[in-house]
Every structure is written in structure tokens, then in C-alpha cells.
């Protein structure tokens, strides 16, 4: 562990980062997020407000700050939704199809693959829209685009590890499909799932924006950084720091935990890492 | 590979047929009662009953399902609530927009992320290459509507170059409209190119790996030569796939930046009902989104066999 990748520092420290101001937000921010001071309205960034305010007078800064922790909050329930259903399905569709049963694996299979045919922004909208907007829909819309991604990462992975010697072993000792699949191939592949987790992360962050942005997201007076860039949307010509801000923290998460992503495969991958390791006697 | 087209078509039209009765579900049962719905909260209960018959919902869903997909296998979507015209002339119009900036930010995104892609790959490891994937990297992360919002800030005020927003409509002629779509094209297009060059990187790295490369340069070619003649086409796979998945990102993905640019598109005409609650243009639009993204899916994978021979063999097995 002495040579930890680069992109896996930069990455791991942005997301610290924002985790730790999300956690912040709870007990405190510069600002009440509510509180509308008109006289104050479109100050620009400075001392005072770090950020500057919006056309209420509020400081963008606390609203970027819970903006943040609503993100985060929504996509990791999103994402955990995803893992917690779609990795016991890809490991039954394995499980299933390495035991003769491939008529379940394809069945999961093809619904899987019916979830993937549904444009995922548009059903997220209208599932929001049908069932009202809030923060607990646009986690279940996202969370359920989550569910097929997990599961077939799960199932490919788990199939390769099912041919594995140690795997015959546990099944000459008397272990059923069940607990093969939980105590020996689920482990193996707890790495690519971690990877594809923090990849997930960052895609469900930017559909929260997007979500909240057409106003299907979390609702007012509760601040979020999508709505904050609507907003933004009719006043950049004079007040551009309105969109700089939001906008900004939005890419630095995604990026973070994309390079934390990257960095965590480079670790974790060791076929990558012989590889790399070929190119420079190559 | 008769057999392998035949057991794909079989899988699409199951696909479609699934898709039909969620989407039948989430919108005309699931609510309860569509009409109310439709009406909203300021709706008298008279103009209700008389849009419950209109929409023939005082018939079973059963029955109503079957007329809905019979009616859009004849060409025939209904009547917009809210239009008062037809579906398939609304889609008709807005397509002419949808279609067009959706195949101008791929072009965008191709001619970016290919020689980036390949560029980064040749120089593996140089300071070109890591500065590339950097803002690779960055480009991935921005979401393409606050893109569009900078874009708009930069061009249309700062520097006057391009009207902001608005579509002029392809009778005013060709250039104005692409006058018209190219922000919102780019600001489309840059994110995918992002994600797109680091596909083409790592493809075209593995490609370079394989024995025949080695064998082209065994015959002499230069790593330029062996990578133009043989390793492109092949590097060129795993690409195709992003590009038919992006293809249909972007025909759905266009509701937030039509939005932002008031182009007349799909995307904008099913938000806006979707808010409107005009179920009968929804309904409609999501069911042709998907087989758009089917078909396309589909595509990509007939040219996949038929551009590697290894494949086809697969498929007649």
C-alpha cells in the first residue's frame, strides 16, 4: 500500500471532502439556508458571503453546503438500493445457470436488459412526475436504473468465479448454491462491485441535479444544486456566480469519486496491474 | 446468422411488448384515475367525465391496452389533450429537431473523441497523453446542462457569436437551423466526447497488444502504419457500442438541454407534458423512445457480427 495511485489520493480528497461538509451541514452552516434577506440580494462573492447570494438574499454558500449533504444522501441511498437488489440477483442468475437452471438467468437476464431499453432520464421524470416530485422518488427512479447495472456486473463475475477449483471443492464438501454464492464467490468479487459502487455514485449525483433541476428532485425551501442552477439559469447574465457555484461543487464530487473509482480499480485489479507491468518490459 | 437475426428480432419484439404494458401500467393504472389526473386539481368533474369517455376509459384496461398498441401499429397515437392535435404529427415535427441535433452531437463527439482517443494511446504515458485524459476525466464529470448554461453565458453575451435560444424551423433554410443547433449540440456533445475518447484509448491500447499488429510490424510497418491499417477498424468495436448507447442517451437525454435552448424537440414536448399532464402524448413518446434505443441496440449488434467474423461464427452455433 505504500504506492497508492495518484488518482486514487486526488479522488479519495475531494470526496472526503464533501462528505465531511455534508456532515458539517448538519450542525452548522455560515447561514440559515431559509433565511430570505432581500436588502442583502445578489451580493457578490466576498468576505461576508463566500459565495455571494441569490435574488432572496440567501447565502449561496449554505445552500451549497446542505445542497451538497442532499446529494450525497440521495445517491447513496440510490446507489445502496441498487447493490442491495441487484448483487443477490446477478449471484441467483449465476448460481442458477451454473446449476442448470438457465432458464431463471435468462429470465433475469432479459429483464435486466428490458430496464437498460427505458431511457433513464426520461422514465426517472416520469416516474417523479406520475408519482409526485420529491427527494424519496428521484431515489427510487434512479435507484431502480441501479438495480440491472449491479446485477449483471454481479452475474458476469460471478460466473467466472464459478468454474474455479475452490468453487468445486465447496461443492464436494455438501454447500448448497446459496451459501457458495455468499461465503466464496461474493467475496471475490466484492472489488469490482466496490469500483463500480463509486462509478454509480458519481452517475447518481448528476441525475439528482438533473432531477432537481426540472424540479422533480428534492423540493423547497430544502435547497439542492440542481434547482440552484435553474435558478441560476435567468439571472447568470448579471449574477453568474449563482450558476459558477453549484455547478462547480457538482463536477468536483463527480470527479472525485471518479478518480477515487479509477484509483481504486488500478488497486484493486491485479490483471491491470500485470498488464501495466508487461507494457514497461514490452 | 439467419438464426442469430431471427432469435435477436424475437427478443426485440418481446422487449417492446413489456415495455408497452410497464409503461400502459405506470401511466393509465397506476394514477388511479388518469382523467382526474389529467384535469389536475382545478378540473370541474363534468370536463373530467367528458375526457374519461374521450379517452375511453369507462372501457377495461385490458381493452384499452390493445387499442392503444393496435391504434400505434396502424400509425395512430390519438389526439393530443392539450395540442388538440394529432400524436404522430406532434412527434413528426419535434423529430425534425430531436433527430438532427442528436446525430450533429455525435458527429461532434466522433471527430473529438476518435483522435484524442487515439492520440492519448500513441503517446501513452506522455505529458499530451495525461493532460488529454485529464481533461477527459473533468469533461465526464460535467453535467451537459450546467455545460450549456456556461456555453450560453460565453457566446451568446460575452461574444455575441450565436443567437442564445430558439429554433428558427427548417423552412427558414438549412444553415440557420444549424446556426441554431450548434451550442446546444456541443453542450451535448462534449461530455459523451469525454467519455468517448477514454474508450477509444483503452481500445485502441488493448488493440495494439494483439498478435497481428505484431505481425504487421514484423512485416515492416511502422506502430503509425500497423495502428491505421489493421488496429483502427478493430479498435473501432467497443466504440460502435458506446456510440449506439450514447445515440439513444442523447434522443432522451435532450429534454434538459431543449429545455435550456427552447429547441422545439421530442425531449422538450414530453416534459412539457408530462408537466401538462397530457398522458396521451407521454405515453406515446416514451413507448417510440424505447424502440428507438431497441432498435439502435439491435443495429449495433448486426454490424458487430458483420464486422467481425469471429462473431458470425458464434451466431450460427
Known amino acids: ?3 497508492l495511485p495518484l488518482s486514487f489520493i486526488v479522488g479519495g480528497i475531494l470526496t472526503l471532502t464533501f462528505t465531511l461538509v455534508a456532515i458539517l451541514s448538519f450542525i452548522w452552516t455560515p447561514y440559515d439556508v431559509e433565511a430570505i434577506n432581500i436588502a442583502g440580494k445578489f451580493a457578490m462573492p466576498g468576505l461576508d458571503h ?6 432572496f438574499g440567501r447565502d449561496i454558500f449554505s445552500m451549497v453546503m446542505v445542497g451538497t449533504r442532499n446529494a450525497i444522501a440521495v445517491s447513496l441511498v440510490a446507489v445502496g438500493i441498487g447493490m442491495i437488489l441487484g448483487v443477490p440477483l446477478g449471484l441467483w442468475a449465476a448460481g442458477s445457470r451454473m446449476n442448470g437452471g438457465s432458464l431463471i438467468d435468462e429470465i433475469l437476464m432479459r429483464g435486466n436488459d428490458l430496464v437498460f431499453a427505458f431511457p433513464s432520464l426520461l422514465m426517472a421524470i416520469m416516474i417523479t412526475a406520475v ?26 463475475g460471478a460466473l467466472s ?18 451459501r457458495i454464492s455468499y461465503e466464496h464467490i461474493l467475496p471475490n468479487i ?5 469500483v463500480q459502487a463509486t462509478i454509480q455514485f458519481s452517475i447518481a449525483i448528476i441525475a439528482e441535479a438533473s432531477l432537481s433541476y426540472v424540479g422533480l428532485g428534492t423540493q423547497p425551501p430544502n435547497p439542492s444544486l440542481g434547482r440552484m442552477l435553474n435558478e441560476a439559469q435567468t439571472m447568470i447574465f448579471f449574477a453568474p456566480w449563482l450558476a459558477y457555484f453549484p455547478g462547480g461543487v457538482i463536477v468536483a464530487m463527480v ?10 480499480r488500478d488497486m484493486l485489479d491485479p490483471k491491470l496491474k500485470k498488464r501495466k507491468a508487461s507494457d514497461v518490459t514490452a | 446468422m439467419a438464426h442469430y437475426i431471427l432469435k435477436r428480432l424475437l427478443s426485440l419484439v418481446i422487449t417492446l411488448l413489456v415495455a408497452t404494458i410497464i409503461i400502459f401500467l405506470i401511466i393509465e393504472v397506476v394514477p388511479g384515475d388518469p382523467a382526474a389526473y389529467m384535469m389536475g386539481l382545478s378540473g370541474s368533474s363534468e370536463a373530467a367525465d367528458a375526457l374519461r369517455i374521450e379517452l375511453g376509459l369507462d372501457k377495461g384496461a385490458l381493452e384499452r391496452y390493445f387499442s392503444w398498441v393496435g391504434g400505434m401499429l396502424s400509425g395512430d397515437f390519438g ?27 455525435l458527429i461532434l463527439s466522433t471527430l473529438i473523441a476518435v483522435p484524442v482517443g487515439v492520440i492519448s494511446a500513441s503517446r501513452r504515458g506522455s505529458i499530451v497523453d495525461t493532460s488529454l485524459m485529464g481533461m477527459a476525466q473533468v469533461g465526464v464529470a460535467i453535467p451537459n446542462f450546467w455545460f450549456a448554461i456556461l456555453m450560453v453565458l460565453v457566446f451568446s453575451t460575452s461574444l455575441g457569436w450565436f443567437s442564445a435560444v430558439g429554433f428558427p424551423g427548417w423552412d427558414a433554410g438549412f444553415w440557420p437551423c444549424i446556426k441554431a443547433l450548434t451550442i446546444p449540440a456541443v453542450s451535448l456533445a462534449l461530455p459523451q466526447a469525454a467519455i468517448l475518447a477514454r474508450v477509444m484509448r483503452s481500445s485502441v491500447l488493448e488493440v495494439m497488444q494483439e498478435d497481428y499488429i505484431r505481425t504487421a510490424r514484423a512485416k515492416g510497418l511502422s506502430r503509425r502504419q500497423a495502428l491505421i491499417r489493421h488496429g483502427l477498424r478493430n479498435a473501432m468495436i467497443p466504440v460502435l457500442t458506446i456510440l449506439g448507447l450514447q445515440f439513444s442517451f442523447l434522443l432522451a437525454g435532450g429534454i434538459i438541454i431543449e429545455s435550456i435552448f ?39 449488434d448486426l454490424i458487430y457480427v458483420l464486422v467481425d467474423p469471429r462473431l458470425r461464427e458464434e451466431g450460427r452455433g
Open chain 2, 79 to 105: 389526439i393530443s389533450y392539450t395540442y388538440r392535435v394529432p400524436v404522430s404529427q406532434l412527434i413528426g415535427e419535434r423529430t425534425l429537431v430531436s433527430v438532427p441535433l442528436t446525430v450533429y452531437a
Open chain 1, 190 to 194: 466484492l472489488n469490482i462491485l466496490i
Open chain 1, 50 to 55: 463566500l459565495m455571494g447570494t441569490d435574488h
Open chain 1, 131 to 156: 408519482f409526485g416530485p420529491g427527494a424519496i422518488n428521484a431515489i427510487i427512479a434512479i435507484g431502480i436504473f441501479n438495480i440491472p447495472v449491479f446485477a449483471r456486473m454481479t452475474r458476469g
Open chain 1, 161 to 178: 468465479i464459478w468454474t474455479r477449483d475452490y468453487i468445486m471443492a465447496a461443492r464436494v464438501a455438501g454447500k448448497g448454491n446459496m
Open chain 1, 1 to 3: 500500500m505504500k504506492h
Open chain 2, 262 to 300: 427552447s429547441l422545439p424537440g421530442l425531449g422538450r414536448l414530453v416534459f412539457q407534458s408530462i408537466a401538462q399532464r397530457d398522458l396521451i402524448v407521454v405515453k406515446s413518446i416514451v413507448t417510440l423512445l424505447v424502440l428507438a434505443v431497441v432498435l439502435i441496440t439491435f443495429l449495433v
Open chain 1, 255 to 264: 470527479l472525485g469519486l471518479n478518480l477515487m473509482g479509477d484509483g481504486l
